[in-house]
């Protein structure tokens, strides 16, 4: 048996065992079209790495060994936004940061440096803030439905977030952080909707520049919109 049929064989079995719930060896087989004997070799080394679980009757699951490989999976949208984020990062030389909505917060899942300027931006991954702030958060905001509650509090905030709407984007300066100015637009992803935001974020004294990446901020976030939209099965995608 080769080596790349062998894993081929393995991840068959484990997708199988994630759609079915539980299997025992000669479901396995009958569903997957291969022998017994090859399944029971997956089996054995899949649950001596913790990756499937035995259970009653002879039946076996996926395991917690699976736990710790998709922990350190990176957001969904980060694999797809990677070439749209080395794009702006090349055209604008000004750090990039993908943010994506969790709850009332942003979070920065993903990050690009810019080019080695005596100043630079540092952004951590994972870093937290709520929606309501920063242009990342905002450019996410005004394109959901919670919008509405929060305008309600705040009448500022509301002509803001119906800036945005009308824009397409958005700045900030020193919302954050002291003397940082933000650029970012929002991504939609069609029926999907608002996904994240992309952001370009450069120290106030380079704020005159950031203009002049506007165009290409709005075009990688359409075609990063339009390209996760498709992947989840939908068309269209962009910002208004």
Same mark, same amino acid.
């Given at each position: ?12 079995? &484990? ?9 025992? /060896? ?8 291969? #022998? ?9 080394? *899949? ?13 076996? +699951? ?8 998709? +922990?350190? &999976?990176?957001?969904?949208?980060? /694999? ?7 794009? *702006? $990062? $090349? ?7 993908? $943010? ?31 929606? #309501? *702030? ?12 919670? @919008? ?22 958005? +700045?900030?300066?020193?919302? &954050? ?19 994240? @935001? ?5 120290? @106030?004294?380079?704020?005159?520049? *950031? ?10 976030? $359409?075609? &990063? ?14 910002? #208004?």
């Amino acid at each position: 048996m080769e080596t790349a049929q062998t894993a081929d064989y393995a991840l068959r079995v &484990l997708i199988e065992l994630e759609n079915h719930d539980s299997r025992t /060896i000669a479901e396995l087989s009958d569903s997957l079209d291969i #022998s017994r004997s090859v399944v029971q070799r997956m089996i054995t080394t *899949l649950h001596g790495r913790a990756m499937v679980v035995k259970r009653d009757e002879g039946r076996y +699951s996926l395991g917690p060994g699976l736990i710790g490989l998709g +922990s350190n &999976l990176p957001h969904e949208l980060v /694999i797809v936004a990677r070439p749209y984020m080395r794009e *702006l $990062t $090349t055209s604008s030389r000004e750090m990039v940061a993908l $943010t994506v909505p969790d709850g009332d917060e942003a979070v920065i899942v993903a990050r690009r440096k810019g080019s080695n300027w005596p100043l630079r931006v540092e952004y951590e991954i994972g870093f937290r803030h709520p929606l #309501s *702030l920063g242009g990342d958060g905002l450019a996410i905001l005004a394109f959901q439905e919670r @919008s509405e509650e929060a305008e309600q509090l705040s009448p500022h905030l509301a002509e803001v977030l119906a800036d945005v709407r009308q824009r397409g984007y958005v +700045s900030t300066s020193g919302e &954050l952080r002291e003397h940082l100015v933000c650029l970012a637009a929002p991504i939609l992803a069609g029926p999907l909707g608002v996904v994240g @935001s992309l952001a370009i974020v450069v120290p @106030s004294e380079r704020a005159e520049q *950031l203009n002049n990446s506007l165009d290409e901020l709005l075009l990688q976030t $359409t075609r &990063l919109g339009a390209e996760y939209a498709q992947a989840h099965g939908h068309s269209g995608g962009g910002n #208004s």
